[in-house]
Nanobody, 120 residues
Framework: QVQLVESGGGLVQAGGSLRLSCAAS????????MSWFRQAPEKEREFVAA????????TYADSVKGRFTISRDNAKNTVYLQMNSLKPEDTAVYYC?????????????WGQGTQVTVSS
């Protein structure tokens, strides 16, 4: 079973940037798409971005389009989320998932995620 470990979160002022990383175990990372999700306090978990196996195909939630960029390095078994022009409403715990799905309820289990806090 693939294990995913998110990192890179922190506290940043509005307008700032962060880069999240998600490291995957195993030797088959390049064979599956990946997704990022987030969950803000007292809100449902929501889709943020997804990337295809090769990294050529990407899709984003409207709320982050133009500000966030998803990418991957298959040699390092890692997917990234570059977050620019951060807003207080981006404050959430961010999670990565295998499979590239955009609907959170399609996943049964979640890792610990990484906390992103954007101050105004």
């Amino acid at each position: 079973q693939v294990q995913l470990v998110e990192s890179g979160g922190g506290l940043v002022q509005a307008g700032g940037s962060l880069r999240l990383s998600c490291a995957a175990s195993g030797r088959t990372f390049s064979t599956y798409a990946m997704s990022w999700f987030r969950q803000a306090p007292e809100k449902e978990r929501e889709f943020v971005a997804a990337i295809s196996q090769s990294g050529i195909g990407t899709t984003y939630a409207d709320s982050v389009k133009g500000r966030f960029t998803i990418s991957r390095d298959n040699a390092k078994n890692t997917v990234y989320l570059q977050m620019n022009s951060l807003k207080p409403e981006d404050t959430a715990v961010y999670y990565c998932q295998k499979g590239g799905k955009t609907i959170p309820t399609m996943y049964d289990s979640w890792g610990q995620g990484t906390q992103v806090t954007v101050s105004s």
